[in-house]
Each structure stands twice: as C-alpha cells, then as structure tokens.
C-alpha cells in the first residue's frame, strides 16, 4: 500500500508541472518508482529531444518533487 501512496504522491507533483511542459510542446511520464526511492520518468515531444532536458528534469521535475516528498532520493530520465 505504501508504494501506491508514494506513485500517487509523486503523480500529483508531476500533474502541477504537467502545464509548464506541455505549453512548449513537451510533457512527462512516470515510468517507475524503484525499491530505493528513486523516480524514473520520461520525457516526451519537445522534451524528449531538447538540450536543456537534463536542467528541465534536475531543476525543474527533481527539484519539485524532492521539496514535496523528501524521501525521494532522485529522478531519472529513462
């Protein structure tokens, strides 16, 4: 039960960046959530191929989703 909190958890902080990426074209997915905290996304349209993914996705999704939930150890791009 607890791994189903944390995706829905997780899944509720990816929804409120949802919007930003989609107005430039891109979006992300939640792939998985691994035994050891860690989140691995996809990114997708204008994301997936853009240079500045790798500061999107640390900056950005990561940094976002560690304020909201701390025991996220990283995310991912896969």
């Known amino acids: 039960m607890a791994a189903d909190d ?3 958890r997780v899944e509720a902080v990816i929804d ?3 919007p930003l990426l989609q107005a430039d074209g891109g979006d992300v997915e ?3 959530i691994l035994e050891d905290n860690t989140v691995n996304v996809r990114l997708k349209g204008a ?3 853009c240079p500045m993914s790798r500061i999107t996705l ?3 999704i990561e ?3 560690k304020e909201a939930i701390p025991e996220i150890k990283s995310v ?3």
């Open 6 to 8: 944390l995706r829905a």
């Open 16 to 18: 409120t960046i949802r």
């Open 30 to 32: 939640l792939v998985e």
């Open 47 to 49: 994301c997936g191929g």
């Open 58 to 60: 640390k900056r950005g």
């Open 63 to 65: 940094t976002r989703v």
């Open 76 to 78: 991912e791009a896969v």
